[in-house]
């Protein structure tokens, strides 16, 4: 079953840098769009910005340019999603997507959460 | 503020028809751009209903449909089922942004 395997839930303070991960399947990784979405707690879904692992093409919602780093991995078919300085306002769990235009494939979210 | 506007909540009889709206600008929907739409059951990760303004994945039953006209589309439960309850998204592309983006959710109660 194909699926999108993401890291672990974070504990993080203010400040602190962040590597989540994703991990695609081997065989098609570099032939499709991966992405990241942000759900807040009791919120609804935002798109944060998505990668093409076969070019590194890289776009972003102008709500989080320079916010996060995206980036992937083609040798273990990966992709990340990076913060530099964690902010309280970035606990939210962050799903992993695959598509462009529309995601039809989630992973089961990465919780982070961000307290002092 | 999201692009795309929802309803905050709907709810419905088991058995009856719903319709979720979903209402975009001249940037997005207006523009062409196609809508997909997401069930959230709660607790998980979300799922992809309807991809370009109206098409099912292999394995979503017939009874979700979507159609889009002018500046909205919506979805359309029938035969409401308990299984039903969740939060429902739609998406789309905005060409002013050059981002996804996604409606502020509906949330479905089955009564």
């Known amino acids: 079953e194909v699926q999108l395997v993401q890291s672990g839930a974070e504990v993080k303070k203010p400040g602190e840098s962040l590597k989540i991960s994703c991990k695609g399947s081997e065989y098609s990784f570099t032939t499709y769009w991966f992405g990241w979405v942000r759900q807040r707690p009791g919120r609804g879904l935002e798109w944060m910005g998505l990668?093409?692992?076969?070019?590194?093409?890289?776009r972003y919602s102008p709500s989080f340019q320079g916010q996060v780093t995206i980036s992937a991995d083609t040798s273990i078919s990966t992709a990340y999603l990076q913060w530099n300085s964690l902010k309280a306002s970035d606990t939210a769990i962050y799903y992993c997507v695959r598509g462009n235009w529309y995601f039809d494939l989630w992973g089961r979210g990465t919780l982070v959460t961000v307290s002092s | 503020q999201s692009v795309l506007t929802q309803p905050p909540s709907v709810s419905g009889a088991p058995g009856q028809r719903v319709i979720i709206s979903c209402t975009g600008s001249s940037s997005n929907i207006g523009a062409g751009s196609d809508v997909n739409w997401y069930q959230q059951l709660p607790g998980t990760a979300p799922k992809l209903l309807i991809y370009g303004d109206r098409n099912r994945p292999s394995g979503v039953p017939d009874r979700f449909s979507a159609s889009k006209s002018g500046t909205s589309a919506s979805l359309a439960i029938s035969g409401l089922q308990a299984e039903d309850e969740a939060d429902y998204y739609c998406?789309?592309?905005?060409?002013?942004?050059?981002?996804?983006?996604f409606g502020g959710g509906t949330k479905l109660t089955v009564l």
């Open positions: 990668i093409y692992p076969g070019d590194s093409d890289t």
């Open positions: 998406q789309s592309y905005d060409r002013l942004s050059g981002s996804r983006v």
